[in-house]
């Protein structure tokens, strides 16, 4: 289902992952772009079919004029680029969304670049001109993409993983076996220990954090546990996206990409477990299943 391998190993590269908002005052070269876009176009396969292509928005050598107007500019300071991405309206839509873009997020890691997802509705933005939105495709999100800025670094690799762990759930809250009141330890998820703390460690909307995974004897099922009262009156969320389910589609990337490093084969369907029903059950998403 992974379209291309890392040069470097996928858990190394989600632990180096972080949110750059702070970029060298440089565009790409010409070689890099040309990496980049190489990349985006190798990758489309998704966990349920979306139709997604995405496009490197880049500045110029001469400046960062070409890119002015794209409106994102007091989120992040000094983007050289962008990856915009667009889907076309289906079922999965946003998960398979999440899904590539994470896997995309990954290979700018692996090149030594910064990323920082943007959410929010770019449908009828300066973005969705660029790369000539057509009317069934929705574009939910862009990552910038550049140069780290040397000043703002993240500090050394075990100081900012130990961060990173303090900032995400633990895994009684996160993570299930049988049912939603058995949280799983890592001994018994054995060789699944290592995607799901790589689940964990996923970035998400406001560091929501809202995936759920429930180990039984027919899968591993990822549930969405949706945050109260998130993006009421954004009108981003209810008309042109779902923020968390691109989250969810993050996390089956993060799960994905390591379990194929560990020899860990399986695929993405829709097998959800006979469950009691309960007031503030989450919402089924979409489960692993072993081959």
């Known amino acids: ?164 762990a303090r900032s995400r759930h633990k895994w009684e809250y996160l993570f299930f076996d049988g049912s939603f009141t058995q949280p799983i330890s890592r001994e018994t998820a054995g060789r699944y220990a290592i995607p799901l703390e790589m689940v964990r460690l996923a970035p998400s909307a406001s560091n929501k954090q809202p995936w759920r995974v429930l180990r039984t004897d027919t899968g591993w099922h990822f549930y969405l546990q949706r945050t109260p009262g998130y993006g009421k009156g954004l009108a981003s969320l209810v008309v042109h996206g779902d923020l968390q389910r691109i989250d969810m589609g993050i996390a089956m990337c993060h799960f994905a990409v390591t379990a194929q490093e560990l020899g860990l084969t399986g695929h993405w369907q829709i097998n959800p477990p006979e469950l009691p029903v309960w007031t503030g059950q989450p919402e089924y998403i979409a489960s692993w299943v072993e081959e």
């Open 1 to 164: 289902m992974l379209s291309s391998r890392f040069s470097q190993p996928a858990t190394e590269l989600i632990q180096k992952r972080f949110s750059c908002r702070v970029y060298q005052r440089r565009s790409l070269d010409a070689q890099k772009q040309q990496r980049i876009t190489d990349i985006i176009s190798s990758l489309s396969a998704t966990p349920f079919n979306s139709h997604i292509r995405m496009k490197l928005l880049a500045s110029s050598e001469q400046g960062h004029h070409n890119l002015r107007g794209l409106g994102t500019y007091g989120f992040i300071k000094n983007p050289p680029a962008f990856i915009a991405g667009a889907v076309r309206k289906s079922v999965k839509d946003m998960e398979d969304f999440g899904y590539l873009m994470e896997l995309a997020v990954l290979h700018m890691t692996d090149l030594g670049l910064g990323t920082c997802w943007l959410g929010g509705s770019f449908t009828h933005s300066s973005f969705a001109k660029r790369i000539e939105l057509a009317d069934e495709e929705l574009l939910p999100a862009v990552i910038a993409v550049g140069y780290i800025s040397e000043e703002h670094y993240p500090p050394a690799d075990w100081v900012r993983q130990l961060a990173n």
